[in-house]
């Protein structure tokens, strides 16, 4: 149970899910088709999500061979306006647990923390903050980006002893002009109406590590979740979104939050997904009910 409850640890402490398929770089033709998702001072109008907006995802595992999926753990999300260096910012927290099984069986208590500081006007990421909690393990991982001398900045700090040990304190060149995170990612993505057939490149920085990521919008689907049935569209990653891991895909609603509806994410252990239980947002507040 060990190494299975690790492949669903890189899902419940990387955002939403694990990785997406194994391209990296992007080829050529993915580039020349594709388009960039930010744009570096490009000031981004009618944004879907705003301060106060929460989202509450349950996380689920299906196990390979004959093991029936089981509830693995909870992410929430909120949004808050910020600034940054005087400038208009967005500040995106999100928290993960482990739960049911996971953490009553595997014993693997997760209680991790993630902030993320996004500019208010292109959504690039500022700085990105991990608070990772895991039974024993306790490290502070923060990332900073330069975009006027092209540096990124990386410190992570094991906090679990007396006095904290420093384990990474780098300094790396020449990044893009426009970064997200392995959490702002879900927010990036959202700024648009995602139209089926349409290939966008993002760069994203995942534990420092600069990737090229395609994402690819596949189709519209009307989906049913337990909070109710939606129009969705369908997007898929290539460029190895995330560490470890298959094939990722998520529906996002079309409506104007194009809110990230549920997850699927094929791990080497077996498959795990999840759904949206609570929304509140300026607009719309909507939660699922359900007995313990």
Do not use: C
Not at 18 to 44: D, I, K, T, Y
Not at 108 to 122: A, H, M, Q, T
Not at 193 to 214: C, E, F, M, N, W
């Amino acid at each position: 149970m060990r190494t299975a409850s690790t492949a669903l640890l890189i899902i419940l402490t990387t955002g939403l899910s694990g990785s997406a398929r194994s391209v990296s770089p992007l080829s050529e033709s993915g580039q020349s088709n594709s388009r960039p998702l930010l744009v570096a001072n490009r000031v981004l109008a009618n944004l879907p999500f705003s301060e106060g907006e929460e989202l509450v995802y349950e996380i689920n595992w299906k196990p390979i061979f004959l093991f029936p999926a089981f509830k693995a753990g909870e992410l929430r999300m909120s949004v808050r306006k910020d600034s940054y260096q005087d400038s208009p910012a967005f500040k995106i927290s999100a928290w993960a647990s482990s739960g049911g099984l996971l953490k009553s069986v595997a014993k693997l208590d997760v209680r991790d923390y993630f902030e993320s500081i996004i500019d208010g006007r292109d959504l690039k990421s500022h700085r990105f903050l991990h608070r990772k909690r895991q039974n024993q393990t306790r490290r502070d991982l923060e990332i900073t980006f330069d975009y006027g001398e092209k540096l990124q900045f990386i410190r992570e700090v094991d906090v679990s002893q007396d006095p904290p040990r420093q384990l990474r304190d780098e300094v790396r060149r020449s990044i893009p002009e426009t970064v997200v995170d392995t959490l702002s990612v879900f927010y990036a993505a959202r700024f648009t109406a995602l139209q089926p057939g349409s290939l966008y490149r993002i760069h994203l920085s995942d534990g420092g590590t600069i990737k090229d990521v395609a994402i690819r919008v596949e189709r519209r689907e009307r989906i049913n979740i337990a909070m109710g049935r939606f129009d969705a569209v369908r997007i898929s990653t290539e460029g190895q979104l995330f560490r470890g891991g298959g094939e990722f895909r998520i529906w996002y609603s079309t409506d104007d939050l194009r809110i990230p509806l549920k997850f699927e994410a094929d791990v080497k252990f077996g498959k795990v997904y999840g759904q949206i239980l609570q929304l509140q947002s300026r607009h719309l507040t909507r939660s699922v009910i359900r007995n313990q």
